[in-house]
Nanobody
Framework: QVQLVESGGGLVQAGGSLRLSCAAS????????MGWFRQAPGKEREFVAA????????YVPDSVKGRFTISRDNAKNTAYLQMNSLKPEDTAVYYC????????????????WGQGTQVTVSS
């Protein structure tokens, strides 16, 4: 199993940047694909990024492509989400997630979840 803790959320003005971190437990971090999701008030949970175990493959949907970048440092057991050119509609609770070996684009594709970190973008 793996335990996840997000950090780095906060308040930022539109056009600004934030870098979220997700610290993971365990000695086999590179065996787990990592993902980021977000959920805004009154909306369903939305997939925003995923990365393979060794960081060779990444995927981001069109909604955030060109603005968000996912990365990981396996020596530190940490995944990151760099968010640039933030918009008010990016306001949400952001969750990191992990899954052994394989990743997907749906919540059910990830077995382990962090508690979330709030990101608020003001106009």
């Amino acid at each position: 199993q793996v335990q996840l803790v997000e950090s780095g959320g906060g308040l930022v003005q539109a056009g600004g940047s934030l870098r979220l971190s997700c610290a993971a437990s365990g000695r086999t971090f590179s065996s787990y694909a990592m993902g980021w999701f977000r959920q805004a008030p009154g909306k369903e949970r939305e997939f925003v990024a995923a990365i393979s175990g060794r960081g060779v493959t990444t995927y981001v949907p069109d909604s955030v492509k060109g603005r968000f970048t996912i990365s990981r440092d396996n020596a530190k057991n940490t995944a990151y989400l760099q968010m640039n050119s933030l918009k008010p509609e990016d306001t949400a609770v952001y969750y990191c997630a992990a899954n052994y070996l394989r990743w997907g684009r749906q919540s059910d594709d990830f077995a382990y979840w962090g508690q979330g970190t709030q990101v608020t973008v003001s106009s």
